[in-house]
């Protein structure tokens, strides 16, 4: 595994570099200081939503309303402050509305042990109807004394948003790799049977990771109106496939067990260098989402190959690959009545 | 302990004939929105409401085979927007054309898509959420580039095409009629052919398909060429349906077919469901639909509903079955057979090992 993880590691710095040589000859601005420190700008609430989700993938997971989560936090957080409230608390109480989606989402999926894909895909519906609802007519205007402090620049040129990133990339690095919740993360994704016969809290993981990516999807509902100064009920609607993109590419296994949230930053660049390029070169959004899509495909199709290829190297036969990958969840008939899980 | 044995609990026949309860359910919309809304029993609105459960139902049909192999499609939405608009271009730009070949062209389009899925998903072993959901943006772009901006006004497309939407066979809508033989077809397939039956068993128990010999990448393969093939019949549908067509077309539609199929019975977790199940739920989310509407209530509450639906849909197949394995376990000795059933779906994703 880890041979794997140094291996794709490698593949996204060659991204990089690529995307970066795409984007240059793009414009000549590219390498001004102050464009390069505001590539992450315009992306960081998919920076936010891809640290948020994966926490969950590495457990096994998914959540897929992450951006309807996103979308009801900015609606909120805009129509009570139309309606009198102080911008700080309107946005406090949109975070903790974010949050108690997320625990929601958690709560279903652990306790009535039901598919998280299912569970979430119905919440993308539900909470994005939420979102039109809550906020049915135009875009809201976010007042300045909220996008002041978001879209504020240090120095002149650094933006607020890129030290709170990185923040937030070394609190999910010390969380996921250095306390046990992380530890337990990985062995829920990697082998549920194992993680229940050794007493782990795996429900008590699961809500806390559900929680966190609603939380998380709070978080980059605020920075989205703060950065583009309005909500709308469909923020951010389009941008799951680049969330996704952002968590996959950066080498976390989607059946759960793998990946470093060091990748997640890696691709993380990737993808912001490749936005910013594709807005130089005046890419209309869905066009955007077709590279993005190619790209993500691309990536794991080389991985694939790469992995099939080594296998092929080490004799290693189909059997002996499928039983070391196949998700934990197809337990045997012992499995059978036993939903209690530990926690 | 054997009079015990016979005595079948109506639990029980909820969910072995789990299209049971989506009858029940739709019955009781019918009563609650005739009752609540003036035109609901109309025959304009019944025929309307047919040919739009048409075009979902044939879209379901092909999707249900992809959910039962442990899989997800949620590319079907570009899909058909894509397809629709192509039929359109090519009516409305060669009148002369036959339109079983612009049928053809549309079948072929989505079949296109699906072979890539299908590549992707079986060969390369891609989990099928992240490559769908790819294709789901991919599709749309490249709808958008080739629409150029521009749209299909139903005045440019030949009568003889929109007259298949509106033509009727004894009162119902052809495009209904057309839907029904599709799910017809695919249910006795589903039902009777051994090919199906081991698309089952991928889906229930991966690797003891492929133990057992299955063919499993060619199988699932094939179900992602059937369900990009039926998308590409519900586009050619949907252009006939509503005329006119742009890039925005099919939208979302995804969301409305996944509601259909697992509220349908189709397990998301893979291994049981059946074509009529999947129509059956399509004619659910279509009532409600209609009925929203004529209720006048914001049609943002009918997408919540939605939502609300394939949440309780699942939550009732996991809780439900699983009690009922419970009880079962009590009753009598349990056999393979019956703990095949029982199996609750666990905490994962509908993938693919």
New interface residues.
């Given amino acids: 595994m880890r041979r794997i993880v140094v291996r794709w590691e490698a593949v996204l710095f060659l991204l990089i570099v690529i995307s970066t040589l795409w984007s240059a000859q793009l414009s000549s601005d590219f390498f001004t200081l102050s464009n390069v420190l505001d590539l992450s700008s315009p992306v960081i609430y998919i920076g936010v939503l891809a640290l948020g989700l994966t926490p969950l993938i590495i457990a096994g997971d998914i959540d897929i309303s992450v951006t309807s989560i996103l979308a009801v936090t900015a609606v909120t957080c805009a129509q009570l402050w139309q309606h009198g409230w102080s911008i700080w608390l309107a946005a406090l109480v949109s975070l903790v509305f974010a949050t108690v989606l997320g625990l929601i989402n958690g709560l279903i999926i652990t306790v009535l042990d039901v598919p998280s894909l299912a569970v979430t895909l119905g919440a993308l519906g539900a909470y994005a109807a939420i979102a039109y609802v809550i906020l049915p007519g135009s875009a809201i205007s976010m007042p300045a004394a909220f996008t002041n402090v978001v879209d504020a620049y240090w120095f002149n040129n650094l933006p607020v948003t890129l030290p709170f990133l990185l923040l937030c990339i070394a609190a999910f690095a010390v969380l996921v790799h250095w306390t046990s919740f992380g530890r337990y993360l990985y062995i829920i994704g990697s082998n549920i049977e194992s993680a229940r016969y050794t007493g782990l809290p795996i429900r008590r993981t699961k809500i806390v990771a559900f929680t966190l990516s609603g939380f998380m999807a709070g978080v980059g509902g605020l920075l989205y109106i703060g950065y583009f100064g309005s909500a709308r009920a469909d923020a951010a609607s389009l941008d799951l496939l680049t969330v996704v993109t952002v968590v996959v590419l950066g080498g976390i296994n989607v059946y759960g067990g793998a990946g470093t949230i060091a990748g997640v930053a890696l691709s993380f660049v990737v993808v912001a260098v490749l936005e910013n390029g594709m807005q130089l070169a005046n890419i209309t959004a869905p066009v955007q989402a077709l590279i993005i899509g190619c790209l993500l495909i691309l990536a794991l199709a080389a991985g694939r190959l790469m992995r099939r290829l080594g296998d092929r190297a080490r004799h290693r036969t189909r059997q002996q690959v499928d039983s070391a990958t196949i998700p934990a969840a197809q337990a045997p008939v012992s499995e059978v009545g036993s939903g209690q899980e530990g926690g | 302990m054997s009079s015990r044995a016979t005595r079948v609990s109506p639990l029980e026949v909820l969910v072995r004939y789990r299209e049971s309860v989506v009858v029940i359910f739709i019955v009781m919309l019918v009563v609650f929105f005739s009752i609540s809304a003036s035109n609901f029993f109309s025959i304009t609105d019944w025929q309307d409401i047919l040919s739009d459960t048409a075009i979902v139902a044939v879209v379901a049909a092909g999707e249900t085979f992809v959910v039962i192999t442990r899989n ?1 499609d949620i590319s079907v939405g570009s899909a058909v927007g894509f397809t629709a608009y192509l039929t359109a271009r090519t009516l409305a730009s060669h009148p002369g054309v036959p339109i079983t070949l612009v049928a053809l062209l549309a079948l072929g389009i989505g079949l296109a898509i699906g072979l890539v899925n299908g590549f ?1 998903v079986a060969v ?4 099928s ?3 769908t ?6 599709v ?6 080739v629409t150029n901006g521009q749209s299909v006004e139903s005045f440019q497309l030949p009568h003889s095409f929109l007259n298949l939407a509106g033509d009727y066979v004894s009162g119902i809508p052809l495009l209904f009629v057309v839907a029904f033989a599709v799910v017809v077809l695919c249910s006795i397939f589903l039902r009777y052919t051994r090919w199906a039956r081991e698309l089952y068993l991928i889906g229930s ?3 003891a398909a ?1 133990v057992a010999g299955v063919p499993v990448t060619s199988r699932i393969f094939i179900a992602f060429a059937l369900s990009g093939t039926f998308a590409g019949l519900g586009g050619f549908m949907f252009a006939a349906q509503y005329g006119s067509v742009d ?1 925005t077309a099919a939208t979302g539609f995804e ?1 409305v077919v ?2 259909a199929v ?1 509220v349908g019975g189709v397990k ?2 893979g291994g049981a469901g059946t074509a009529i199940g999947a129509a059956l739920g399509a004619l659910l989310v279509v009532i409600v639909q209609d009925g929203f509407i004529l209720l006048k209530v ?1 049609e ?5 509903l ?6 309780a849909a ?2 009732f197949d ?2 439900v079955v ?1 009690k009922l ?2 009880s079962l ?1 009590k009753r009598r000795p349990v056999s393979g057979a019956q ?1 095949a059933d ?10 693919q ?1």
């Fill in positions: 997800i992707l390369l072993q891609i989990p959420i992240i490559v959901l790819a294709m789901l943006g991919i749309r772009g490249l709808d958008v580039l128990n991966p690797p492929r890039s969301f996944v509601t697992i998301l977790f914001s943002f509450w009918e997408q919540f939605d939502g609300v639906a394939i949440v699942v939550t996991a809780v699983r394995g419970d376990r703990l029982a199996v609750p779906g666990t905490t994962g994703m509908a993938g090992p």
